[in-house]
């Protein structure tokens, strides 16, 4: 199957495009310490380059994988838009991936650290001095399956806490883990060093995660904001 | 305009806001402030109509902004930033098709201040505290 995956969750614009029986082809751009990200502008550059590099045209896709997030508001609207639209217009069904789901699936290739570990925390930056976490078992991660901590937005002491509590060993992969490590390493955490390419987001994950689910209408793939916008909170707060 | 008044109701606090409006200029952004529920957007209801504003003025809650008409060459912006955590990793354009140079605004929940300055020139800061019932404390600087 034909796939391009993309995701614009975090700062970085991360493109893949893989085919049956070849190596996958990456694209992103990381924009540099306090720049901003260029989803908008460098997204549908970087796949065309991708297109290019192998040869085939949008007709030859066969499926259009997106990064639905948590992550930033701009971010996940150009990225998930972007999805709908090409899958539409190309008639092929689109996969929602969470951006989450693959760190952590990048994450297994810590497998060759020195350290064990049980489990893989995903640990994305969400602004306002807290990050986006989600966890698996290392068995789960390739079959698609469920986290055993689901995605939620929390302090990183709060988080450091959990994972004494639940009596993990986890490897810590994302930019939230780089960005927490005096925090998080109160714990038994390992995390990479900070340059590792484990903590970036990576859309060849996605291909792989694309086997695993379901692809569908476009229409039905949704940012995950994870934070509520402020009516919500009012209205639930209003509530008897 | 500087001032810190009381208002009884929702009535008055929209006069508040229609008092600002008349102070503004196309390119002028007012940044107000507030916790939920404290009548953020009753007062950017009461600037918008005195703006000549005559569509529904809700909170952009779920869109981030919206732009309204005026009937004449004047546009009025309204921006609720509650969502977004931090501007400074968002796309740069996601404020600058509302604070433009034709255009009056008024954005909620404004952090990020220098990201907000780089698009608008900031007329007015507007803080609105709950004072009991109805009543709020509307601080204009």
């Known amino acids: ?240 | 305009m500087r001032c810190r008044q009381e208002t009884d109701d929702p009535r008055e606090t929209e006069a508040l806001g229609a008092r600002l409006a008349r102070a503004l200029a196309p390119g002028d952004v007012v940044l107000v402030a507030g916790e939920l529920g404290a009548g953020k957007t009753t007062f950017v209801r009461g600037a918008c109509r005195a703006l000549g504003v005559s569509v529904p003025v809700t909170s952009p809650t779920f869109t981030i902004g919206q732009r309204y008409p005026t009937g004449g060459p004047l546009a009025v912006s309204h921006l609720d930033l509650f969502r977004v955590a931090d501007l400074a990793a968002e796309e740069p354009d996601l404020l600058g098709d509302y604070l433009r140079a034709d255009t009056i605004a008024f954005v909620e929940w404004p952090d990020g201040e220098a990201e907000i300055a780089a698009f608008a020139r900031i007329a007015a800061r507007v803080r609105i505290e709950h004072a009991g019932g109805n009543r709020r404390i509307v601080e204009i600087e």
Request: aromatic content about 4%; overall charge neutral.
């Open chain 1, 1 to 240: 199957m034909t796939v391009l995956a993309f995701d614009t969750a975090t700062p970085a614009t991360a493109v893949a495009l893989c085919r049956s029986g070849e190596p996958p082809l990456e694209a992103r751009d990381d924009p540099a310490p306090g720049r901003r990200p260029g989803h908008a502008t460098r997204l549908l550059p970087l796949a065309v380059d991708l297109l290019r590099r192998a040869g085939i045209g949008w007709a030859d896709l066969e499926r259009i994988a997106v990064g639905t997030g948590p992550g930033t508001f701009t971010g996940l609207r150009v990225g998930i838009a972007t999805a709908r639209a090409l899958a539409r217009a190309r008639g092929i069904p689109l996969t929602g991936v969470s951006t989450l789901h693959s760190l952590a699936l990048g994450g297994l290739a810590a497998e060759a650290a020195s350290q064990p570990f049980d489990a893989i925390l995903a640990v994305l930056d969400a602004r306002r001095r807290e990050v986006f976490v989600a966890g698996w078992r290392p068995s789960a991660l390739e079959r698609g399956g469920e986290p055993f901590l689901s995605a939620r937005a929390l302090r990183p002491e709060a988080l450091a806490e959990q994972v004494v509590e639940l009596g993990l060993s986890p490897v810590l992969v994302g930019n939230g883990a780089v960005e927490f490590r005096s925090v998080l390493e109160r714990s038994e955490a390992l995390i990479p060093e900070g340059g590792s390419p484990l903590h970036q987001v990576s859309a060849i994950h996605h291909c792989r995660l694309v086997r695993a689910l379901p692809g569908g209408d476009p229409a039905d793939i949704h940012p995950e904001y994870l934070r509520l916008p402020d009516a919500e909170i009012a209205r639930r707060s209003a509530r008897p």
